[in-house]
């Protein structure tokens, strides 16, 4: 029935790496975990649905904000123990700080620099003050 989902290797925890890229610029746009459940949701549905390990429940990305992300493509590594998700980023915002990528900080010497302007006040995205 689900023998694909027989193929990833799963953490201890029963979770797997999940690298979402946007499809059409090949940017990573974050990393975040997966359970069996929510990769199979995300198969699915055809968006991706993470597990919180902050929240300890299923995250359909884009609940609260919108920024769902519509998944062109999932793929599988050749040690079976990451996921890439190739998405179409809903509203070009991945992060809640409000940025395209979370990877939005580079280390330059020995100080992390912040690269990436905020497209839109988090503040504004999720109704918080």
């Known amino acids: ?3 694909w989902l027989e193929q990833v290797r799963w ?3 029963g979770l797997v790496a999940a690298v979402a890229q946007d499809a059409a610029s090949g940017r990573v746009l974050t990393l975040a975990w997966m359970n069996r459940t929510a990769l199979a949701e995300t198969a699915r549905r055809g968006e991706a649905v ?3 390990r902050s929240r300890q429940r ?3 990305k884009g609940e609260s904000s919108g920024h769902v992300q519509r998944v062109v493509e999932l793929r ?3 040690d079976g123990d990451a996921i890439l998700l190739r998405v179409e980023q809903a509203g070009g915002i991945a992060c809640h ?3 395209e990528r979370c990877f939005y900080r580079k280390l330059d010497k020995e100080s992390w620099v912040t690269t990436d302007a905020v497209i839109k006040d988090p503040a504004a995205i ?3 003050t």
Do not use: A, F, I, P
Request: hydrophobic share 25%.
């Open 50 to 52: 993470y597990w919180s």
């Open 76 to 78: 599988l590594d050749c």
């Open 58 to 60: 299923l995250w359909h």
């Open 97 to 99: 700080t409000g940025r």
């Open 1 to 3: 029935m689900n023998d």
């Open 126 to 128: 999720y109704g918080k």
């Open 11 to 13: 953490d201890e925890h």
